[in-house]
Antibody, heavy 123, light 110 residues
Framework: QVRLQESGPGLVKPSETLSLTCTVS????????WSWIRQPPGKGLEWIGY???????NYNRSLKSRVTISLDTSKNQFSLKLSSVTAADTAVYYC?????????????????WGQGTLVTVSS | QSVLTQPPSVSAAPGQKVTISCSGS????????VSWYQQLPGTAPKLLIY???QRPSGIPDRFSGSKSGTSATLGITGLQTGDEADYYC???????????FGGGTKLTVL
């Protein structure tokens, strides 16, 4: 059974960089796509981006200038960095296995999720 | 305002059937595969349907998915109180080059 667990600071100051790590157990990170998804309090889901095990990435266009997702295969972890945060970035952040893969018609889904971690942006 | 439109809420009695719609366009639902997620209160989303109509292992056949044109539908039969949750559709948008989720639909089992 694949398990994902997010970790990182629960409070980040405005203009600083949000950093989260997702630790994967029960399976190797050296296969599949791995994503970050967030959910502001009381609102819907927003896909942030994914990293493929090869290291290639794809980010939500609205966040692309501020997002970096990276992989550490030695630790079976992947990470999210979101720079220049504001209060609008306050959300529960989920890591998940999955992404989107192009073909004639693009497929995509997220089959395993972490429990989520609340990150509040406030001074 | 989400690019994918879902009804904010639906309701039905235990044992009954309900459908949840997800309306989009040719740049997303019309040409790509849809997935559906169930989010029980206070928990992470759970994959219910992928590739428009495929159920992952362990998902009961009470849950079904379909797609027609630029709309997708999640169906739930034999409603149980434990089905009360928020439901989200998800799909890739080719024009926007980004993954999208619908705004979510809250299901109440009366």
């Amino acid at each position: 059974q694949v398990r994902l667990q997010e970790s990182g600071p629960g409070l980040v100051k405005p203009s600083e960089t949000l950093s989260l790590t997702c630790t994967v157990s029960g399976g190797s990170i050296s296969t599949n796509y791995w994503s970050w998804i967030r959910q502001p309090p009381g609102k819907g889901l927003e896909w942030i981006g994914y990293i493929y095990y090869s290291g290639s990435t794809n980010y939500n266009r609205s966040l692309k200038s501020r997002v970096t997702i990276s992989l550490d295969t030695s630790k079976n972890q992947f990470s999210l960095k979101l720079s220049s945060v504001t209060a609008a970035d306050t959300a529960v952040y989920y890591c998940a296995r999955g992404g989107f893969w192009s073909g004639l018609h693009t497929r995509g889904y997220f089959d395993y999720w972490g429990q989520g971690t609340l990150v509040t942006v406030s001074s | 305002q989400s690019v994918l439109t879902q009804p904010p809420s639906v309701s039905a009695a235990p044992g009954q059937k309900v459908t949840i719609s997800c309306s989009g366009s040719n740049s997303n639902i019309g040409n790509n595969y849809v997935s559906w997620y169930q989010q029980l209160p206070g928990t992470a989303p759970k994959l219910l349907i992928y590739d428009n109509n495929q159920r992952p292992s362990g998902i009961p056949d009470r849950f079904s998915g379909s797609k027609s044109g630029t709309s997708a539908t999640l169906g739930i039969t034999g409603l149980q109180t434990g089905d009360e949750a928020d439901y989200y559709c998800g799909v890739w948008d080719t024009s926007r080059s980004t993954g999208l989720f619908g705004g979510g639909t809250k299901l109440t089992v009366l």
